[in-house]
């Protein structure tokens, strides 16, 4: 893996970087989290995703065909770094969702920032309609969060509580509101926030403007067809500007990452 950008004076054809893989500390310190500030950690969305050359975020309804193992490796120092993982209920149906696994490789720089075993999952459903029996609800090493409205129906939230799963009201009526959500999350603790889609979601946080960062990987693949993108639902008023940060490049695979400017 090489850095093409920010350019230092060792990106380039000398720097051993690119000749190698890069370690999981290494990856961890390009994606570090902002620090606090003098008030203390404020929330901050990030959102991982991978989308092909021609824009499509999955291929035959998922993303894992468009990814490599260099993704895969920043996908799991993205969770590592994390307090909590957010993610759209349908994307948990299709995508087989399982909960968050302890990794020893991150074990001790997650006790030195305060932060338990692994990230938590917070799921966003207006519904609840979710199979509880799934090991995301029965086997997590921290309690699955759902995020839904003050007006879910209340014998899905029993069904989900009775599963184990910790119901957080984040919304009035059914649908959840995405600023209300991530100021849910800072209050139980969780400041360090990652979203893994789906598009639907991830538009929906876009809309709201509560989007902090992009970490966006590029495969060198054309797929045609009638793939979402990475992010669904309505335009927005204004694009949104966001500022390049850095980029990675391994095997033809772009890993970028944008900020809020």
């Not at 989900?160 to 910790?166: D, S, V």
């Not at 995405?178 to 100021?183: E, L, Y």
């Not at 045609?224 to 390049?244: C, E």
Request: negative net charge.
């Amino acid at each position: 893996m090489r850095r093409l950008f920010p350019v230092t004076d060792v990106t380039d054809a000398t720097d051993d970087t690119a000749a190698r893989e890069w370690s999981l500390a290494e990856l961890a310190a390009a994606y570090a989290y902002p620090e606090p500030g003098p008030d203390g950690r404020e929330p901050w969305l990030r959102a991982n995703m991978v989308s092909t050359l021609d824009g499509a975020a999955q291929h035959d309804g998922r993303s894992q065909p468009i990814s490599c193992p260099a993704d895969m490796r920043i996908f799991g120092t993205l969770r590592a770094l994390a307090d909590v993982v957010v993610v759209g209920a349908q994307t948990v149906r299709q995508e087989g969702y399982r909960p968050s696994r302890a990794r020893a490789e991150f074990a001790a720089a997650r006790e030195a920032a305060g932060q338990g075993p692994a990230p938590a999952i917070a799921v966003v459903t207006a519904s609840l309609d979710l199979d509880f029996s799934l090991p995301l609800f029965t086997s997590p090493l921290v309690p699955t969060l759902l995020l839904t409205g003050a007006g879910a129906a209340p014998d899905r939230v029993a069904a989900a509580e009775r599963a184990g799963a910790r119901v957080v009201t984040a919304g009035e009526g059914e649908a959840v509101d995405p600023a209300r959500a991530v100021r849910a999350l800072a209050d139980l603790g969780y400041t360090r926030l990652l979203t893994e889609g789906g598009p639907r979601l991830l538009g929906q946080l876009v809309a709201a403007g509560v989007l902090d960062e992009l970490c966006l990987t590029v495969s060198p693949m054309l797929t045609a067809g009638d793939a979402q993108r990475i992010a669904g639902g309505p335009s927005v008023t204004l694009p949104r500007r966001f500022a390049l940060k850095s980029m990675l490049e391994e095997d033809g695979f772009l890993f970028t990452r944008y900020q809020r400017s």
